[in-house]
């Protein structure tokens, strides 16, 4: 993208924004003229049918002069406002491509079926012990994953959770979080884990037979 394209999507951002904001306010000049257009009978004054439609229409317009404030500060400040919407965009889309456990499985084992194409003496020792550990940690099930909403950590824990011995459930020997950080063996995001990406980088090339 050239310097003067982006400029020009620059000045084109006030616009934007003001277009975007007056059809807010059309939509909600809408919805308020049909509110205040409703008109109850006398027997309904009073009860609880006037109250509900009071409290609707005070909800309108609250959110109408919210939308009015969020556009003219849009409107005076378009920068700021762009690089907002972007970090709000941004965060909503790694929210959406946190990777769950089950795609830490479906990665792993897609690692695994490509891995086990190769032949044991051309395969990289690094990505064969690397799943070799995953797969026994799982055996073990002590395989954890910490969701923080917009990034996962696949972590371990000290026992399987169906253990029922005295280490395993006392809540004086569990993890402590000044020691979590040496736990993390992987680090989910934008769909992946990445350590187990990294590990299967050449999982073909043993460099000891070169």
Known sequence: ????????????????????????KTRYDSVQARLDAIT??????????????????????DYKEMVIDTGRTMRQ?????SV????????????ARNPTETDFYDQFRQAYNELSLVHPTCQNPVA????????????????????????SFLWLDNYDKGLAIYKA????????????HERIIDVGFNGKFWVLERKMVD????????
């Open 128 to 151: 064969s012990r690397h799943l070799t550990f995953l797969e026994r940690c799982h055996n073990e099930g002590i395989l954890r994953r910490l969701s923080l909403g917009v990034v």
């Open 40 to 61: 109850f009978p006398e027997r309904y004054k009073g009860t609880i049918l006037e109250k509900w439609a009071m409290y609707w229409k005070n909800l309108v317009i």
């Open 169 to 180: 459930v006392c809540p004086y020997l569990q993890p402590r979080y000044l020691t979590f």
């Open 1 to 24: 993208m050239s310097l003067n394209s982006g400029a020009r999507g620059f000045r084109r951002a006030p616009s934007l924004f003001r277009n975007t904001f007056e059809q807010l």
């Open 84 to 95: 907002y919407v972007s970090l709000l965009a941004g965060g909503l889309y790694a929210g």
């Open 77 to 81: 400040r378009p920068v700021r406002s």
């Open 203 to 210: 999982y073909d090339i043993n460099e000891d037979n070169l």
